[in-house]
């Protein structure tokens, strides 16, 4: 089906537009002018793509319906128009960039790192990319070494180690509540698929490093600037359980510091991540966090092959919608369509130099403000990471944890501290070199070379924000 419908774009690119053709299959009314281009997977993926596609259905949808608030725009026919890329192979991907761009795209939305190894082609078809997970930076026109760089990207990024602290501070906070169903012992682990340190390890750094926090404040002395803090978090553990009256520290089944550690199941097909999942099960893990892609699915699939009282936290997206409440606690959320419509926003703004009557962009008329040719980061837009609500996790949880919007002076406690953290991680701070590490295992060694680094290093730095 998506072949035949790749042909009908083709043959009638110039009779009719592309949108129409899935207008008369799906009943939308597609704008022409805004496409993504899946990263090979299909549009309703429950992921990456379904989200970029959502946000800019919904900046579409904001620009049609201007007097309608944004958020009703599934009750709207308008659509972002969308290509299915058939594979993740070069060729394909540069057949939907050119098929979008003889259908009338001036925007493309490029949801995944995948597309970095063909933005350069992309840039050189339409007026502006939206490049998710990436750098807009360095990317040569058409993909030639010679030609110029391209100026009409906006890189969106992600600090990750964000979103999986929030959700290590949920997950203990889930625990902690649920202390006589797992008898007390209260243990965690976490796994990725290969190292990346900006995609992948930054979230289980974020993750390990919010369960040391979270023991620090619960153990802290009633004297401590920590204290009122851990008295609101166990109200909030009361919430959900009133008949709980202490707070239990969080134990990690796998050793920061041995060089052998098994942290990796070192790939993201599925299947590969069951070994590793029996692995973390066998040492007790109650909750598993694995940033692995599909081996979400093993990790789950082990659970119920070993009859684990265990759930995991999901990645990137609200996993619980696909694997079920009943095994997902939470997920360390990418924002991506908060960010999509942001990013679509600024590029059909006066900020950009935009004329909305001509539908085009003079570059003389942009302002500081344009965000063409930067990458944007969550690091400047904390409304780009979180964490999932669910039944376990409420919003009443997600709100004392995190401020959802840009607007600083709602941030929580833990949101500045993730500021310090995420500066630590990335660039450093009070003179010290950056925490990340290509290799994760250095990474954790920056952590936790002895066993006051991460005290004198972070939580000085933390407890001047209480």
């Known amino acids: 089906m998506k072949r035949i419908l790749q042909s009908l774009m083709m043959i009638s690119i110039i009779g009719t537009s592309v949108s129409s053709v899935f207008a008369c299959i799906k009943k939308y009314n597609f704008d022409n002018s805004i496409w993504v281009i899946t990263d090979g997977g299909t549009i309703n993926d429950l992921a990456f793509n379904q989200a970029a596609w959502e946000g800019a259905s919904k900046y579409v949808f904001a620009q049609k319906k201007q007097t309608t608030p944004p958020q009703d725009w599934k009750n709207s026919n308008w659509r972002a128009s969308y290509f299915e890329s058939v594979s993740q192979n070069p060729g394909d991907y540069k057949n939907a960039y050119i098929t979008s761009s003889i259908a ?12 970095g190894n063909t933005l350069g082609w992309a840039a050189g078809l339409v007026d502006n990319i939206i490049y998710i997970d990436g750098s807009s930076q360095n990317v040569h026109l058409n993909m030639d070494q010679k030609a110029p760089l391209a100026k009409n990207i906006i890189g969106i990024t992600y600090q990750a180690e964000a979103s999986g602290f929030y959700a290590s501070l949920a997950t203990s906070i889930y625990l902690n509540a649920h202390q006589n169903e797992y008898n007390g012992q209260l243990k965690v682990g976490s796994y990725g698929g290969m190292d990346n340190p900006v995609a ?39 919430n959900i359980n009133p008949k709980i009256t202490t707070l239990q520290s969080i134990v990690k089944v796998q050793n920061v510091l041995k060089q052998n550690e098994s ?56 996993q619980s919608k696909i694997y079920n409440e009943d095994y997902v606690v939470t997920s360390a959320l990418k924002q991506i369509a908060t960010s999509t419509f942001d990013a679509l926003k600024n590029i059909y703004s006066s900020e950009y130099g935009y004329d909305a009557q001509n539908n085009i962009w003079d570059n003389t008329k942009q302002t500081n403000n344009c965000w063409i040719n930067t990458d944007q980061t969550s690091l400047d837009h904390p409304s780009w990471t979180g964490i999932e609500t669910t039944k376990w996790v409420t919003q009443d949880l997600v709100d004392f944890l995190h401020n959802t919007t840009d607007n600083h002076s709602k941030d929580t406690l833990f949101d500045k501290m993730v ?17 990340s590490a290509q290799n994760f295992t250095n990474t954790l060694q920056n952590t936790y070379e002895t066993q006051t680094k991460l005290k004198a290093y972070l939580l000085a730095a933390i407890e001047k924000v209480l």
Do not use: C
């Open 263 to 318: 942290w990796f199941s070192q790939s993201f097909q599925a299947g590969d991540g069951k070994i590793i999942s029996d692995e973390l099960l066998a040492r007790g893990a109650q909750i598993i966090f694995p940033v692995a892609g599909a081996q979400v699915q093993d990790t789950i699939n082990q659970i119920k092959v070993n009859k684990a009282n265990a759930k995991i936290v999901g990645v990137d997206t609200e």
């Open 419 to 435: 500021k310090i953290l995420q500066y630590a991680y990335k660039s450093g701070i009070n003179n010290y070199p950056p925490i």
């Open 104 to 115: 009338g795209a001036k925007t493309l939305v490029l949801p995944g790192f995948n597309h």
């Open 200 to 238: 992948v390890s930054n979230y289980m750094w974020g993750f390990l490093v919010g369960i040391d926090l979270f023991n620090t404040i619960i153990n802290s002395s009633i004297n401590s600037k920590w204290n009122n803090l851990k008295h609101n978090i166990l109200k909030q553990v009361q």
